[in-house]
């Protein structure tokens, strides 16, 4: 069967609602509320047994922010204007970025955080001061991303953002979604499927999205949707095939993460319909190279021995830059005093070790006298708490002088690290479905990593991006499926 059905085709429909969800993960879910709260009726259809996707595989901070701060944000005594907000996330992404998103999650994102406090998300009203991806204190707000280091601080004043639940360490995700998905469970207007995998799309003859194609109990059930159809199916990190094509650069060195519905239906199935997708070569790349903190006191240099980028940056920028190195290798050199070993990656491996810069490059094969250079040039300005090349902030610049010193392999076939995808259909700001010319597929959404959102480049990522993106998007996916006419069931029905 393809992906794309008639209406005419379909000679019986198994029911028919106002909106249809298609995956009841963090963007799902939120779809799902919305929609119900404006009156629609919601049938979601779920591939698995249980909803939750990969939202709640994740610490579950949210990256919130602007319109003077969230109501936490602003408790906690800081200020987060919508410009500044703005100017962050246009650092962060770019030429990658679409302004018309961009603005709309500036204007609607401290908005966001009071819907998941009034759905009985708990925030703990304290703040975590550290450097560490995810607060293990049980404090809600947090740096998360790059916003204290350079070249940030030059276009926006640092602000913590990541709103993360409360007590729930790395386990935010379960918290969240045990919330959302209890509210969408006990809602009259609310039916979840679960075990139903949309296979197709129905279209009429104007080639309008009015319904979906979803295995059952080892059959196929039509459903007609009187207002629209939203994909909310997830990204594509599961799907070789579709990962060889799009981003081949990270194939055999990358961890999938994701949940195993990360398969890239919704975007096959909204291209199929007609849209467009976009971003498909960008992800996310972890290389961890802190916790524990005192691992930002060491440099990073490539197989040439030289520093490429300011450690004191987020790891997904890291990741970014370790992806463009010849042969993507890197290494941390780092002396005895701050020595660790990282927290999140496990399979980082000690290559050299020496009480001398020079013993422990030769011992390492890196060009001959490279690194002495590089570690030479470092100390002589790190002394002075200065980095002139990459501008790491004081508080991580130490001179090099404790031996024994470490070079540790960060190389991308070494860690294996977590990937997943931020390429997905072009949608305008309230879900809408694109064609590549940018005209609307009639009755089409969709929300979260099935859809291109505000995170498109692991260079300008930060740990909350997709979860706020995700739930953000899907409330809006929601509201404007709820706000189009209804159309007459067809016979059959």
């Known amino acids: 069967m393809g992906r794309i059905v008639k209406l005419s085709s379909v000679e019986r429909f198994d029911g028919a609602v106002d909106v249809i969800v298609c995956g009841l993960g963090g963007a799902g879910v939120c779809a799902a509320l919305e929609a119900s709260a404006a009156g629609s009726s919601v049938l979601v259809l779920e591939r698995f047994s249980a909803g939750g996707g990969s939202t709640q595989m994740s610490a579950c901070e949210m990256y919130l922010g602007g319109n003077g701060g969230t109501t936490l944000q602003r408790e906690l005594g800081f200020e987060d204007s919508s410009e500044n907000f703005r100017n962050y996330l246009e650092a962060c992404f770019g030429d990658y970025a679409d302004p018309a998103k961009v603005d709309a999650f500036v204007d609607g994102?401290?908005?966001h955080f009071d819907w998941m406090e009034?759905?009985?998300?708990?925030?703990?009203r304290a703040y975590f001061d550290g450097r560490d991806v995810v607060a293990l204190t049980g404090d809600s707000l947090q740096y998360t991303g790059n916003e204290r280091a350079w070249p940030f601080t030059e276009r926006s004043a640092a602000v913590p953002r990541g709103h993360l639940p409360a007590d729930a360490g790395h386990s935010g995700g379960k918290v969240l979604m045990g919330v959302l998905l209890e509210n969408a469970r006990t809602c009259t207007g609310i039916t979840i499927r679960c075990d139903a995998r949309v296979r197709s799309l129905i279209v009429d003859d104007a080639g309008a999205v009015c319904g979906v194609a979803a295995k059952i109990d080892n059959r196929l059930h039509y459903f007609f949707a009187h207002q629209g159809v939203v994909l909310s199916a997830g990204g594509f990190i599961m799907n070789e095939q579709m990962t060889?094509?799009?981003?081949?650069?990270?194939d055999g060195c990358a961890m999938r993460h994701g949940n195993p519905g990360d398969t890239g239906d919704g975007i096959l199935l909204g291209t199929a319909a007609g849209g467009h997708a976009i971003n498909m070569g960008e992800a996310f790349v972890c290389v961890a190279h802190y916790p524990p903190p005192q691992l930002t006191f060491g440099i990073?240099?490539?197989e040439q021995g030289q520093r490429f980028l300011n450690e004191d940056t987020y790891l997904a920028r890291m990741g970014d830059a370790v992806m463009?190195?010849?042969?993507?290798r890197a290494f941390m050199f780092i002396d005895n005093r701050n020595f660790a070993r990282p927290a999140y990656q496990e399979h980082a491996q000690i290559v050299a070790v020496g009480e001398t810069v020079e013993e422990v490059e030769r011992e390492s094969g890196l060009p001959g006298g490279a690194l002495q250079q590089t570690v030479a040039f470092y100390n002589a300005h790190a002394a002075n708490g200065q980095d002139p090349l990459f501008h790491k902030h004081a508080d991580w610049l130490s001179?090099?002088?404790e031996p024994p010193f470490a070079l540790v392999d960060y190389s991308l076939a070494t860690l294996?690290?977590?990937?997943f995808?931020?390429?997905g259909l072009d949608t305008l700001p309230s879900g809408e479905v694109l064609t590549p010319d940018r005209d609307i597929v009639a009755g089409l959404y969709a929300a979260g990593r099935t859809a291109a959102g505000i995170p498109r480049t692991s260079a300008g990522y930060a740990s909350g991006m997709s979860v706020a993106d995700a739930t953000f998007t899907g409330r809006r996916a929601g509201r404007a499926a709820a706000g189009r006419d209804r159309r007459p069931s067809p016979g059959g029905v």
């Not at 009034?118 to 703990?124: L, S, T």
């Not at 060889?244 to 990270?250: D, E």
């Not at 463009?324 to 993507?328: M, S």
Request: hydrophobic residues 35%.
């Open 109 to 111: 994102a401290a908005e």
């Open 244 to 250: 060889r094509q799009h981003i081949a650069g990270l």
């Open 416 to 419: 294996r690290p977590a990937v």
């Open 324 to 328: 463009r190195q010849t042969n993507q």
């Open 421 to 423: 995808t931020l390429g």
């Open 300 to 302: 990073f240099v490539n």
């Open 399 to 401: 001179p090099f002088d």
């Open 118 to 124: 009034a759905q009985g998300v708990p925030y703990k």
